[in-house]
């Protein structure tokens, strides 16, 4: 091959790279754009590819990802965006890293938007609980000895937090709702985020919860954040959908909504959850990037932050400082219909598994409903950690 052959050659095999990280999206939905440009740095959309796709006329929605070994666990919801007693959920399990999707189990009282393991046990915790009294909610959550063959339901109780008593006592679901993910701690005891209302709150507030029984009870420890940044947003809703991390730095970070299109925002715990930041938005993304829901976050192991979001569309952000100080890369994963909820999960080192839903049961812009995955490939370098200007805590 001449020197003018082998230039053509490489100009050629360069626009073929970009048309297919601009265009490969299974022809549905574009992908990735808008990546910030950061020196030495890939990533790399693979195809969609179909999970579950509705044939019986209910939802495919609200997606949440847990993996354990190569065992990967979706819970999602098929019933519609609504307040519902008891509704009829489904999980698809992988055993092979996401390769095949051959197992689907259905149940009542069966999304589970937390998932955790210990001590060989698999623990699946509901969304949402059930109202009892002014100081007691109900709470459902499921545990598995086969690796998530079989599930077994079991209840337990939410106490409210001393002098802030639960707002509903009547109705079909409680005050306080579990959102994504449970940290088991050192301890032993099990932590993490719930979401809701108490007496006196008019916006979501997010706080802070822990089990020392295995979920049997679970004590609100600290208010993450409540009430609504002073920017002039437009019908926030408050704190809510939280989900968080220990990152590189051992602090523990939790991302939160405010509302449909709206920015998230961030607060961080150097103590293990008992006292947190004030909540900014998310440093060095633009309020239009950093929209609007159900945010995902997981440390890679390069060191690399990874978070999933969406609505509208899907989107990702990197931070290579591994703890959230900086935001510095982002991207489109998905354009088309959907709710905008995704998880991540590392199948491999710098291999990600981002799993979302097509539609929205208020939507009819999509022929189909359906869980769908994408693999992605990420080779971005980590910095050193920067150090957070904004440490005083609420």
Same mark, same amino acid.
């Given at each position: ?29 574009? @992908?990735?754009?808008?990546?910030? !440009? ?31 070994? *190569? ?48 001590d060989h046990i698999l623990y699946g915790v509901v969304y949402f ?92 420890? @600290? ?10 947003? *437009? ?13 590189? !730095? ?130 971005? *370098? /980590?910095?050193? /950690?920067?150090? !957070? ?6």
């Amino acid at each position: 091959m001449n020197i003018k052959s082998f230039v053509i050659y490489i100009a050629i095999s360069l626009l073929a790279i970009s048309a297919y990280a601009q265009n490969n999206s299974n022809n549905q939905g574009s @992908a990735a754009k808008n990546m910030a !440009d950061v020196q030495n740095s890939k990533i790399v959309l693979g195809p969609r590819f179909t999970i579950d796709i509705s044939k019986d006329g209910k939802e495919r929605q609200f997606p949440f990802v847990y993996k354990f070994g *190569k065992n990967i666990f979706i819970s999602y919801s098929e019933h519609s965006d609504a307040v519902v007693a008891s509704p009829v959920d489904a999980m698809m399990i992988s055993r092979n890293n996401g390769k095949t999707w051959d197992k689907k189990i259905t149940n009542e009282d069966f999304y589970l938007t937390s998932m955790f393991q210990k001590d060989h046990i698999l623990y699946g915790v509901v969304y949402f609980t059930y109202p009892e009294s002014p100081l007691k909610e109900k709470m459902v959550y499921w545990t598995s000895v086969d690796k998530g063959n079989t599930w077994q339901r079991r209840e337990g109780t939410v106490n409210a937090l001393e002098g802030h008593p639960f707002t509903t006592t009547k109705g079909i679901w409680g005050s306080m709702l579990f959102h994504r993910g449970m940290m088991v701690m050192k301890d032993g005891s099990i932590q993490g985020v719930m979401y809701g209302q108490l007496e006196g709150d008019k916006k979501y507030r997010v706080v802070w919860v822990k089990s020392i029984d295995n979920c049997k009870t679970w004590n609100i420890i @600290a208010t993450v954040a409540s009430g609504i940044p002073d920017r002039g947003l *437009k019908n926030p809703q408050g704190y809510c959908e939280p989900n968080f991390t220990r990152v590189r !730095d051992g602090s523990i970070l939790c991302i939160m909504r405010m509302g449909s299109y709206l920015p998230l925002f961030q607060s961080r715990s150097y103590d293990n959850g008992l006292t947190w930041t004030k909540p900014v938005p998310l440093p060095g993304l633009p309020d239009s990037v950093s929209e609007s829901v159900d945010p995902n976050l997981l440390l890679m192991k390069s060191g690399v932050l990874a978070l999933s979001y969406g609505r509208p569309g899907d989107k990702m952000a990197f931070s290579t400082d591994g703890c959230g100080y900086k935001w510095d890369v982002h991207l489109n994963t998905y354009e088309g219909v959907t709710t905008g909820y995704t998880g991540i999960v590392e199948v491999k080192r710098n291999k990600l598994l981002l799993i979302a839903d097509q539609g929205a049961d208020w939507s009819k812009g999509a022929n189909e409903k359906a869980i769908w995955g994408r693999f992605i490939h990420v080779d971005l *370098k /980590p910095i050193s /950690p920067a150090t !957070d200007t904004n440490k005083k805590t609420n």
